[in-house]
């Protein structure tokens, strides 16, 4: 494909000196150039359609959730892992029940 383009004098001269540092001639360069925003371009396309076709799928039933995030997210975490005073506790009550059960005499 043939393409005539205007650049303004800035990146002509971004351009240019790509052209010269590299030794490549400016077709090259904008080849490249094309090449790595094109890349660029579909690695962002790719990543939220991903996420936004998640987003609304769900019901939780509650309608405060978009202004409430942080009470939800620590009542939600808060009940998944346990305080660690409470992990404290039943480890010492499975601790003290390994330590009895190992000192009961065998009949």
């Known amino acids: 494909m043939r393409i005539n383009a205007r650049f303004d004098p ?4 971004q351009i240019e000196y790509l052209a010269q540092s590299t030794g490549h001639n ?7 150039a094309v090449a790595h925003y094109y890349t660029h371009v579909r690695a962002q396309q790719g990543r939220p359609s991903r996420f936004l076709a998640l987003a609304g ?3 939780s039933g509650r309608s405060d959730v978009a202004s409430n995030v942080k ?4 009542d939600i975490l808060g009940r998944k892992f346990k ?6 506790a039943a480890l010492k009550a499975a601790v003290k029940t390994a330590a ?3 000192r009961k005499p065998s009949r």
């Open 57 to 59: 799928s769900g019901d």
């Open 83 to 88: 305080p660690v005073s409470a992990l404290k």
């Open 71 to 74: 009470a939800h997210l620590v």
């Open 100 to 102: 009895t059960s190992k």
């Open 26 to 32: 400016v077709s090259h360069v904008v080849r490249e």
């Open 10 to 13: 800035a990146a002509e001269k």
